[in-house]
């Protein structure tokens, strides 16, 4: 079994599968898709939240990379296939509500298309600051 | 003008006001909610994801705490106001397509209501983990 992109992956004796337990856990909305954050590993910068239906799930928990449901485009979208902007899945985890992923990667280079570190870089928002009450 | 909460909230010499801004650019689903993701500040943990209308997000960029819109409850839910686990905002931001939130906060005690620190801390997957190929 040779597949692109293989090369990059830690082997295991045994390709593992998470059919019945995180795929069926995972409780995807009206459109067969859950929310999944991006987090850089050790640094914990949140770098951009994408979308996974039930395959990109698999793909991503199976792969060592990750792959999105793209919306716009209708299709798998493997972050990094063209952009070279890899990311290389080091955990992840379901919410409480298991509707909700949290993937912690390594980001080759930057996220977000507009070439920005994290999607979160352009548009900071004023706001204003809450402050706990003095004891 | 007193409201309860007020208190905790830094005073500012004149109230501002996003109108016009920040609103007007996020972008809604079709339920006219917008996922948000709560982090840590200083530690960057990812903390939870909840949903905003506009009037939550006017709410927690206005007020200094995080409000959300329950969609289980159909309401409003001012996140600590029954646990006393407040998030205090810190910082906010859109992401580059502005229909996803990140705001920066912090939480008071546990940010789930199973009682752990996280979200994401009960249910950790198996994943195979992706590594750089060497140059």
């Known amino acids: 079994m040779s597949e692109p992109g293989d090369e990059e992956l830690e082997r295991d004796e045994d390709v593992w599968s998470p059919e019945g ?38 793909r991503t928990l199976t792969e060592g990379r990750v792959t999105f449901w793209s919306r716009s485009r209708q299709e798998y979208w493997r972050k990094g296939d063209t952009s070279g902007h890899v ?7 379901l919410d409480c509500d298991a509707d909700t992923l949290l993937v912690t990667v390594e980001q080759v280079g930057a996220a977000c298309h507009t070439g920005t570190r994290t999607c979160f870089d352009g548009d900071p928002l004023e706001v204003r600051k809450g402050i706990a009450p003095v004891e």
Do not use: C
């Open 87 to 93: 990311q290389y899945v080091r955990a992840a985890a």
């Open 21 to 58: 337990s995180a795929l069926d856990r995972a409780v995807f909305n009206a459109d067969g898709l859950l929310p999944a954050i991006i987090q850089q590993e050790g640094t914990g910068e949140v770098l951009m939240l994408g979308w996974m239906d039930r395959e990109a799930l698999r």
